[in-house]
């Protein structure tokens, strides 16, 4: 059963979810790395049979064998997906931003420029859950960004065949979101192998620029070492939702709610604040009702009783000073003018306002971008966007009247930092100026 505690018992534990540090997953994901490095499609090939309980005749799918799947898919739910999709590309087409320039002054012409990544990887978790949303929540915003290559990679099903005509028992309507969504090229390779053979590539599996995506907790530690030698997203902890409610919320909906994201996994954290102990009481006795009829009531269950909370708030100030502390993946606003409470977020990767805004429109259809912040790091950092598919470049150029007139300034900061050479690389430019 879910806890229920008083503001005051949450502050003095401070509970905020952290990464989990595991010695065990640093030290296997950084053998299966260096093997990935040293051996390439060898070793690959030995972690799916390894892993996925497949063995392949080739990791990239043909494009005619993935039409063929795709036609399997049912025309609605593609329908569905590409409603969605005009919804995602409608919000992120407003991210794009341009470069610019500076007024000339002086001599002085300041600028900068925003280029797309070349060659994107984006990873897609199998096992399971199918999951095409993510497909298009992180294939969309890079596409819009120009990013001229994007790879899809996701693990094979252990049921796959080897001919080249199969797709590698990929769901095919994680297939159909890649073809809406506009990705180049999907490989079959899952875990932290798949993570390495992105970055580092090998003689089939070409090297990329940046890694997005989901994963487990190996896909994300992998990301983490990684990291340096190519771009990622973010370090994705488990799935989290904090609702802040009051006396006249409905105890089933937010029920309902807290229990959608428990079922992504048993570490799943899901919270309400409110000032009502009544509602407190409801809520609790709700999640009972409604969680042993779920299909996932095993995962959900888990997370309820480790990871669910209800936190009795004085007001709704102290809701948002908690609120805040937490830096909720999702924040549900589920009060009446949700509007007037927006302000009082500082931190919260996606905001969902008032009772007809539940957080499952985030994950598949409203338009802004699912893959958000966890474990509390929305203290520093926000949802995918265009502008994690691009990169912005400055420029500078001075007139040789420019850098006359910076030249002692520059010269002085040099020599202040003990930089010799940095000061001659202006000196030297001013002499030869003046033997001319």
């Keep these: ?50 892993f996925d309980g497949c063995e392949l005749g080739s990791f990239e799918l043909t494009k005619a064998a993935m039409d063929k799947a795709i036609d399997k898919v049912d025309p609605e739910f593609i329908s569905v997906m590409e409603r969605a999709a005009r919804n995602i590309e409608d919000f992120h087409r407003n991210q794009v931003q341009k470069g610019f320039d500076l007024p000339p002054k002086n001599g002085v012409i300041l600028g900068q420029k925003i280029t797309p990544i070349e060659r994107v990887g984006v990873y897609v978790p199998g096992g399971s859950a199918s999951y095409p949303s993510s497909v298009l929540m992180n294939c969309i915003p890079a596409k819009i960004a120009g990013v001229k290559e ?3 990679a996701t693990p094979p099903s252990n049921e796959c065949p080897v001919n080249t005509d ?99 996994g048993p570490d799943s954290p899901a919270v309400l604040i409110t000032n009502s102990k009544g509602l407190a009481d409801k809520v609790s006795s709700e999640i009972e009702m409604q969680l042993p009829k779920l299909p996932r009531k095993d995962i959900a269950r888990k997370a309820i009783n480790e990871h669910g909370l209800i936190i009795l708030a004085k ?36 905001i969902f306002m008032g009772k007809f805004s539940p957080e499952t429109l985030g994950d598949y259809y409203a338009g802004p971008n699912h893959t958000l912040p966890t474990s509390g790091t929305s203290r520093f950092s926000g949802p995918l966007s265009v502008d994690d598919f691009t990169k912005k470049t400055s420029y500078t150029y001075f007139s040789k009247e420019a850098l006359i007139a910076a030249s002692d300034d520059v010269i002085r900061f040099a020599e202040e930092e003990g930089l010799r050479a940095h000061a001659l690389s202006i000196s030297k430019r001013l002499s030869k100026e003046k033997a001319k």
């Design 1 to 50: 059963m879910i806890k229920i505690i008083k503001a005051n018992e949450f502050e003095k534990n401070c509970i905020v979810q952290k990464t989990v540090d595991s010695t065990a997953i640093t030290t296997a994901v950084a053998m299966v790395i260096a093997n990935i490095i040293k051996r390439g499609d060898e070793a690959l090939r030995e972690y799916t049979v390894k």
């Design 150 to 152: 994007i790879i899809i």
């Design 166 to 264: 199969s797709v590698n028992g990929v769901d095919p309507k994680v297939l159909a979101a890649a073809k809406i969504a506009g990705a180049d090229r999907v490989f079959t390779m899952g875990g932290a192998q798949a993570i390495a053979a992105l970055a580092f590539g090998t003689v089939t599996v070409p090297r990329v620029d940046k890694i997005t995506g989901p994963g487990n907790v190996y896909v994300a530690e992998a990301k983490r070492q990684v990291f340096g030698i190519v771009g990622i997203d973010m370090i994705a902890g488990p799935s989290d939702i904090l609702v802040i409610a009051d006396a006249s919320a409905d105890p089933v909906l937010i029920a309902a709610d807290m229990l959608s994201q428990c079922e992504h």
């Design 315 to 350: 007001s709704m100030d102290e809701a948002f000073k908690i609120s805040n502390i937490i830096a909720p993946e999702h924040l549900e606003i589920f009060l009446d003018e949700p509007f007037y409470y927006l302000e009082r977020v500082i931190n919260a990767g996606s």
